[in-house]
Each structure stands twice: as C-alpha cells, then as structure tokens.
C-alpha cells in the first residue's frame, strides 16, 4: 500500500470510529448509564459503618424470627419491579398521594418495613442523609440470605430515593400467583432478565409462607394454571390447613421441606408436583424452563451462585443516581 493512499485512510477510520462511539452513547439505555455509577465501596469514605449496622440490625431480626429473612429478600424484588430499586415501596400514604403498601403483593411487610427504618434510623445517627434507603433494601436482602445459610454477594450501591410512590403498577408490574409460565417470562423479560434469571429468583421461595387466598384454587382443583400437576396428597394436605372458603390469612410454607433455611429443596419440591403456587409450579411442568429446575435441584452450589448474580442485576433496574431522586431521611416520607 501507497502512503498516499494510508494517508486517507487515517481520516476515514477515525470518522467510523467516532460515529460508532455517538451511535453507542445514543443507544444505550439510560438505566445502564444509571447502573454503570453504582459500586460496591459508594461508602467506603464518607459512611464506612454503614453496612456493618445495617448487618447487625438485619441479624437481629433474623434471630428473632427466621422467617423474616424471606421477606427482606423479597421486599428488594418488589421494589425494583415497580419503577426501579428506588424504595418507592417504602413510602406511606399522604393526603394527596396512595402507597405501594396497600397493594396486595405488599400487604405482610409490615414487619419487614420496621426492620428497615431501624436500619434507617442507625444510619443516619452515623452519617445522616448519606445513604439511601433503596441501597439499605439491597444490603438488607443480601443479610437476610447470608444469615440463613444462602450465598452472599457484593451489593452495588449509590442508589438514590423516589420522592413518590406507583401504588397502580404495584399491583401490575408485580408477578401474580397465578400467572403461567408465558406471562412470568414476559414480565422478567420486561425488567431485562431472562428466564433462568426468573427461575432463579423464583428460588427465593425456599423461604417464608403464602396466605390461602393465593393458593386456595390450585389445591381445591379450580385452577386454570398447572392444575394437572399437582401432587393429590399434597393438595389434600393443604386443604385440611386451608378452608374452602374464609381462613384468607392463614399461611403455608412456599417450601414444604426446609421453609426457614436457604437450600434447593423449593426445586425438588417443584419435581415432585409439590409446588404450592401455580406460578411456582408452571417453572416445573413441561415447559422450557423444566431443565434449570432439573439443574438446580442437583446441584444446590450452582443454583446460589445464579441467585446472588441475579440479584445484582436485579438491583440495577431502574435506579435513580447522581442528582436524580433523594436521600430519604425517613425511608416512609418523602423529604
């Protein structure tokens, strides 16, 4: 090749070059701009303590009552499915606005929410309006599963707080139990999670309990979704601890085997037709999701290591950084 004609290549690769870095910047989505300023050490300087009382106050309500654990986990879920990790789900009702609080999927946190504003409240003695209460959500799960024997990971942090809360998609962006495999594949897909990330996820019900109401027609054989699969013992079982009618509140283990400890018996039990919700056992009844079931229920160490990768990215959607948002002093009001 001629200089000359090396000469006036130069100028035309820079110029593919820099329409190739404008198209990226164009193209990518803001939540992934959002999630890239995250890290794991966002309080290693000005709150290094943070974490370590979040820990502590996590452990102590676990100790009391193992069953909390599962909610912590699932309280972060149920944030992020609605508008993003943005602790909008903390937020009380006001005069002019709802809570996500009142929506069904959300209605047994109240616990859960305490435990979280005693964290709030240790925090902000140490470093007050320094860390949000969307980052102690995430740090809590993560407590929460390492305290009952289930993995641990690096929680990305440098969330910032809604200054609202979305009570409507509270009560539709949230998976429903009784959805079929479709629709929870749809959903995740939606929130940028595939489908071995929502059965992953879905193994966070190795922990903690359901209220009749979201299970009653399934066992009674009314259920349209994974009716046929369900163990007839099994189903009859839970109808002697579930009446026909009434009895809403009463509740049952979401893992019949070891509700109270983080393990893959929630997988072996979807093999043996044992799942107590519909939208549990759609993940193990002929469909393409059968074969991460089949995995995990093996092997207990790859089924963690997909659960605690999963969170992370679960953690990422829709979060607020930098000037968006606010750093709630009390995770139940807006500033």
Not at 9 to 37: C, D, G
Not at 127 to 134: D, E, F, K, Q, Y
Not at 252 to 265: A, K
Not at 315 to 329: A, C, E, M, N, Y
């Amino acid at each position: 090749m001629s200089s000359s004609s090396s000469t006036s290549t130069i100028p035309k690769v820079a110029a593919t070059l820099l329409l190739t870095t404008l198209a990226l910047l164009v193209t990518t989505p803001p939540q992934s701009q959002a999630a890239a300023r995250l890290s794991t050490d966002f309080y290693s300087k000005n709150c290094p303590r943070a974490l370590t009382a979040i820990r502590a106050v996590v452990r102590g309500a676990v100790t009391n009552d193992r069953r909390i654990a599962g909610s912590l986990i699932r309280l972060q879920f149920h944030d992020c499915f609605v508008r993003g990790c943005d602790a909008s789900v903390l937020l009380d009702k006001t005069a002019t606005t709802g809570t996500e609080k009142d929506a069904a999927p959300n209605r047994r946190f109240t616990k859960t929410f305490r435990v979280i504003e005693d964290a709030k409240s240790q925090v902000e003695r140490m470093c007050p309006g320094v860390v949000s209460c969307a980052d102690i959500v995430a740090v809590a799960a993560r407590d929460a599963s390492a305290a009952v024997e289930g993995p641990s990971w690096g929680v990305e942090l440098g969330r910032r707080d809604s200054g609202a809360a979305f009570p409507s998609l509270a009560g539709s962006d949230i998976p429903n139990p009784k959805d079929d495999l479709k629709t929870l594949i749809s959903r995740f897909r939606k929130k940028g999670l595939n489908s071995r990330e929502m059965v992953a996820l879905s193994g966070a019900h190795t922990l903690g309990t359901a209220q009749c109401f979201t299970f009653r027609e399934r066992v009674y054989g009314n259920e349209t979704v994974a009716k046929d699969v369900i163990d007839p013992n099994f189903a009859r079982k839970k109808r002697r601890m579930c009446p026909a009618s009434g009895g809403d509140r009463l509740v049952q283990p979401l893992d019949p085997m070891t509700p109270t400890s983080f393990d893959n018996n929630y997988f072996k039990a979807l093999m043996l037709r044992k799942g107590l919700l519909a939208s549990d056992q759609v993940l193990f009844s002929g469909g393409s999701t059968d074969g991460i079931v089949r995995e995990y229920s093996r092997n207990g160490g790859k089924f963690k290591g997909d659960f605690a990768a999963a969170m992370v990215k679960m953690g990422r959607i829709g979060v607020l950084t930098g000037s968006k948002g606010q750093i709630r002093r009390t995770c139940s009001k807006a500033n």
